[in-house]
């Protein structure tokens, strides 16, 4: 059964540092999301990309955020100076988007431990 | 009000019962309904879509109540292995494109041997 991947599946790194955690969607889905949990809170939404572009951001997802699909399969989050607060798990998602079809699927997720 | 609601919980249940989770959601323009589960520390995973007609699927039924913004889930005859949060999650629209999922903050059970 096909799914999505992510990578790594946990990453420590210190405030102020950049990173990037890659998903790879499920092959033939269109639509692509971000999604995070704070340990002990719900999901939350932090951005969709159809088509090469941002459809929607959360007001979560500011300007040290950033979204990409280098190449026909992964997907990344780019956070550019991490905060104490952006430890959280990252869920990455791919949907169809067909007619019927839009069922979202998520990824294991990234722990992201800022220290 | 909170967008998606749920009872937190935990339910504590012994194995072979029949347990009711509910939900309510705020967005009455909201098109989509879904359950999904979560084990500790794990991915949401999609355990079913909610229909307007109702449906079932093996133990499992959901139902949709739109004048009231009620959604259900009904599991029959639990397992050990249904021990997990349950989390209901709305999307606004059939714009399927560029919808984002809202969760609810989700409902523990614990089956007890």
């Known amino acids: 059964e096909p799914e999505v991947t992510q990578t790594p599946s946990h990453q420590v790194t210190q405030m102020g540092q950049e990173v990037i955690l890659r998903c790879v969607p499920i092959?033939?889905?269109?639509?692509f999301y971000w999604y995070r949990q704070i340990l002990g809170q719900k999901v939350e939404f932090l951005v969709s990309?159809?088509?090469?572009?941002?459809?929607?951001k959360s007001e979560i997802f500011d300007d040290q955020f950033s979204v990409e699909r280098p190449d026909g399969s992964n997907f990344t989050l780019k956070i550019r100076s991490t905060k104490l607060e952006d430890s959280a798990m990252y869920f990455c998602?791919?949907?169809?988007?067909?007619?019927?079809?839009?069922?979202?699927?998520f990824g294991p997720g990234t722990r992201l431990t800022v220290t | 009000r909170k967008e998606v609601e749920q009872d937190p919980g935990p339910f504590n249940v012994p194995e072979g019962a029949t347990v009711a989770f509910n939900c309510t959601y705020s967005?009455?323009?909201?098109?989509?309904f879904f359950w999904y589960r979560q084990d500790c520390r794990k991915e949401p995973k999609l355990l079913m879509s909610?229909?307007?007609s109702g449906n079932e699927d093996g133990r499992f039924t959901a139902q949709l109540n739109r004048a009231s913004q009620y959604i259900s889930l009904l599991i029959r005859d639990s397992k050990l292995s249904d021990s997990a949060t349950y989390l209901c999650?709305?999307?606004?629209?059939?714009?399927?494109?560029?919808?984002?999922?809202?969760f609810g903050t989700g409902t523990r059970l614990t089956i007890i041997p």
């Open positions: 998602a791919s949907s169809a988007g067909l007619a019927g079809a839009y069922e979202q699927y």
């Open positions: 092959s033939n889905h269109l639509y």
């Open positions: 990309f159809y088509n090469n572009e941002i459809s929607e």
């Open positions: 967005n009455s323009a909201s098109q989509s």
């Open positions: 909610v229909y307007s």
């Open positions: 999650v709305v999307n606004r629209g059939v714009n399927f494109g560029n919808e984002k999922l809202t």
